[in-house]
């Protein structure tokens, strides 16, 4: 079982910046696709932003230009600047680990809270 955990949320202005963390137990994202996702109160997840192995990246259309996703060399920590942050970002921010064939996701982190204030 792989565990994730999530760092850097908290409370910043809208404009700010924030660098979201997910350091996992083993080396998962040397070999799996990771992928950020967020969900605010009342609404589904929905996917920000994916990394494979090949360090193809992809965004949704809110966060394209403002958020980037990286990981280490390692394969064991994957991150997400944030900038340009708006208030309509406010979520908790999920890890996750992805299988692509069959797509399935393997893991999930506990979240971390992000909150834009305007």
């Known amino acids: 079982q792989v565990r994730l955990v999530e760092s850097g949320g908290g409370l910043v202005q809208a404009g700010g910046s924030l660098r979201l963390s997910c350091a996992a137990s083993?080396?998962?994202?040397?070999?799996?696709?990771a992928q950020w996702y967020r969900q605010a109160p009342g609404q589904q997840r929905e996917l920000v932003a994916s990394?494979?192995?090949?360090?193809?990246?992809g965004y949704a259309s809110f966060v394209k230009g403002r958020f980037t996703i990286a990981r280490d060399y390692a394969g064991s920590t994957v991150s997400l600047q944030m900038n340009g942050l708006k208030p309509e970002d406010t979520a908790v921010y999920y890890c996750?680990?992805?299988?692509?064939?069959?797509?399935?996701?393997?893991?999930w982190g506990r979240g971390t809270q992000v909150t834009v204030s305007s």
């Open positions: 996750a680990v992805l299988r692509e064939w069959p797509e399935q996701i393997l893991y």
């Open positions: 083993e080396n998962i994202f040397s070999t799996h696709t």
């Open positions: 990394i494979n192995t090949a360090d193809g990246t």
